[in-house]
């Protein structure tokens, strides 16, 4: 029997997707580079772990001899993305991952036509804000005749992971993209967009997204900008390394996740829905582990993929505590 291999399985998110798909009964193989760490948490979930770093071609392809998923929760993903990209092609595994960083899905896209070649799915975002925001898109664009441009915007608060902010402080420094015409584009740093989460319009400030690269791939509306609103520590200062792991349980539970997508028509109509979530660690945890069970399953086409296209616009709303509101 095929199995789902999480790498970074001890890492603060490969450890929550761990406990979720271990709770679904999913044939695992908990994996990374620290034994003790890995054995640790094998035996609380009563699952084998692999030790195996990514430097080493031979050892990992055997240890994928008989994995059929790979969910890669080690970031930052610019260090782990591409390897273990090129190791699923190589050894017949479809490769799935919770990144937000929009180079590892122009590495999907450079990928794809070999991939497919392989009979291999890339998924990269098969949790978090990419399958999030890929739905919540999806459901809008589905209510517009003639869709011609989406402005989506998450809320960010509470505080960020260790991982996730090591991540987030490479992507604030990047260059600020849109899609306009189908084609991404540079926009001016620091611009800013008044967007409604269901109370009041807030500021809004505009970041570059993989969510210009998937939703474009599943809608195919040809203008797309990406926003974010920060509230609380939601970006905090300093060394991102002093960090602690993530936030706690309580912390999780006391900052729920919201995201808006505005889709406006040819016509100039505005279509608006706003999507509310548990929080987005605990969101993507559920998402990916979920997203993991139904690839090993057979849910799986060839090439890059992206959550929304794969699974259906309905997804988000089949984890956790997900609603959807129309305006």
């Not at 699923?88 to 991939?115: Q, T």
């Not at 926009?187 to 998937?214: E, M, N, Y």
Request: aromatic share 6%; glycine share 12%.
């Amino acid at each position: 029997m095929k199995k789902l291999m999480i790498y970074g399985a001890t890492g603060y998110t490969g450890r929550m997707a761990a406990e979720n798909a271990s709770a679904a009964g999913t044939p695992l193989i908990l994996a990374g580079r620290n034994a003790a760490t890995l054995a640790a948490l094998a035996a609380r979930l009563g699952a084998e772990f692999r030790v195996f770093a990514l430097d080493d071609a031979a050892e990992m392809d055997q240890s994928l001899a008989d994995v059929g998923v790979l969910l890669n929760c080690a970031g930052p993903f610019a260090q782990t993305a591409e390897v273990l990209m090129r190791a699923g092609i190589r050894n017949g595994v479809h490769y799935l991952d919770v990144a937000a960083e929009l180079d590892g899905y122009r590495l999907a896209e450079a990928l794809d036509a070999e991939a497919r070649t392989a009979g291999i799915m890339l998924l990269p975002g098969s949790g978090g804000s990419v399958a999030m925001l890929g739905c919540l898109a999806g459901h809008v664009v589905a209510r517009a005749k003639h869709p011609s441009s989406i402005r989506l915007a998450m809320h960010v608060s509470g505080g960020l992971s260790r991982g996730s902010a090591i991540s987030a402080m490479g992507s604030v420094t990047a260059e600020t993209l849109a899609r306009a015409d189908g084609k991404l584009v540079a926009r001016p740093a620091g611009s800013i967009r008044k967007l409604d989460f269901g109370k009041r319009a807030v500021d809004c400030f505009q970041v570059t997204l993989p969510d210009l690269i998937t939703i474009w791939r599943s809608t195919q509306v040809p203008d797309i900008e990406t926003f974010v609103h920060v509230t609380g520590d939601g970006f905090p200062q300093g060394d991102p390394s002093t960090l602690p792991d993530g936030p706690s349980e309580d912390e999780r539970l006391a900052h729920r996740y919201q995201a808006v997508a505005e889709v406006t028509d040819s016509g100039g109509k505005v279509f608006r829905s706003v999507l509310d979530t548990v929080n987005g660690y605990t969101f993507t945890a559920t998402a990916a582990a979920e997203a993991g069970r139904r690839v090993l399953a057979g849910e799986a086409q060839p090439g890059f993929q992206t959550p929304a296209l794969l699974f259906g616009v309905g997804f988000a709303g089949t984890i956790a505590d997900t609603t959807i509101v129309d305006w």
